[in-house]
């Protein structure tokens, strides 16, 4: 429809809405004579006379009832569109398109999207967890995180925390097999290893030596494609486990984890946010991105200090000297 039918349209509508042309041209920020013209061009067009008017007054022809009740649910259509569109320019409402790793990433998503939700109700979160690269433009994505700085090309990263993988047993598994000393004696126990969900390839575990990042494989006590699972196994006794900082924070610092051989931790990746531009984002994006690099940027509720990881150390040692 070209530009000045739905102009047309409009006006006439809002005149029969405000019983008044030169109240409608006022609403439209135009003429009135302007007003008069536009709804006069429309009738010609249509070949009907769609209003009855005199200088106090207007009425709806038959014809004229009839268009406007064809025309009003387009109206209202068009006018949510417009609506819609300048909310998510203007206001935090609207789609939020989310894409993460599958792996250990849902504890630390979901507080920010209860803390981000509960101010702005109007926002509609729709995630995707996949370990797997999915197309930043095809999936029309607003914000994503991944552990690794995104390869794709255009795209925005911004580094958020380190990943620390930490070698950790239960307790109950030091209990009963004994603490390794010496990296050279994990061969002699049950290690647990992760596999990749997408590629399928096991991942070596990643140990600092000498201060350069050196990767070990293990033939594996205990196997799985997902993070959690692992955790659980670990903390259940049945291996020991690299694992990540991101799963395990909590666990270390309530002691039911113990962190081992200190010295070799490593921190070879970091989890990323990354998005497509600095300019021209939609609010709600903007505001989502300020909470997330606020509450994640180098946060101490992931990040494990030394003295922290010495310390849980050294409480198992000072429990079995007990």
């Not at 014809?63 to 209202?76: I, N, S, T």
């Not at 196994?233 to 991101?246: D, F, K, P, S, T």
């Not at 081992?260 to 989890?271: A, G, V, W, Y």
Request: charged fraction near 20%; charge should be neutral.
């Amino acid at each position: 429809m070209p530009i000045n039918e739905l102009r047309s349209i409009s006006m006439f509508a809002k005149a029969v809405e405000l019983g008044s042309i030169r109240k409608a041209a006022l609403a439209q920020g135009v003429s009135a004579q302007a007003a008069t013209q536009a709804i006069s061009m429309l009738e010609k067009h249509l070949g009907v006379r769609l209003l009855h008017r005199t200088t106090r007054s207007l009425a709806l022809t038959e014809e004229g009832q009839q268009f406007l009740e064809d025309a009003q649910p387009a109206l209202a259509t068009l006018e949510r569109a417009v609506n819609t569109a300048r909310a998510g320019k203007e206001g935090i409402a609207g789609p939020l398109r989310i894409v993460g790793p599958k792996s250990s990433f849902a504890s630390i998503l979901m507080p920010l999207l209860d803390q981000f939700c509960q101010i702005n109700p109007g926002v509609r979160p729709d995630v995707q967890l996949d370990d797997g690269l999915g197309d930043w433009v095809l999936d029309r994505v607003d914000v994503g995180f991944r552990i690794g700085a995104s390869a794709q090309e255009g795209v925005i990263s911004r580094r958020l925390f380190p990943v620390q993988l930490i070698v950790c047993a239960s307790p109950a598994y030091l209990d009963r097999y004994g603490m390794p000393t010496t990296t050279d004696e994990l061969s002699a126990h049950r290690c647990s290893v992760f596999r990749h969900p997408v590629t399928g390839k096991v991942a070596p575990w990643y140990l600092t030596v000498d201060g350069k990042v050196e990767q070990r494989h293990f033939t594996p006590a205990f196997c799985s494609n997902d993070t959690e699972l692992e955790v659980q196994a670990v903390l259940a006794g049945q291996a020991i486990g690299q694992l990540a900082n991101l799963s395990v924070a909590p666990h270390i610092r309530s002691g039911t984890l113990i962190p081992l051989f200190l010295s070799h931790i490593s921190s070879p990746i970091s989890l990323h946010v990354y998005y497509g531009s600095r300019n021209a984002l939609p609010v709600r994006v903007r505001a989502f991105l300020d909470l997330a690099i606020a509450s994640l940027l180098d946060s101490r509720e992931f990040i494990l200090s030394d003295a922290e990881l010495a310390a849980a150390h050294a409480a198992y040692l000072e429990r079995l000297a007990s």
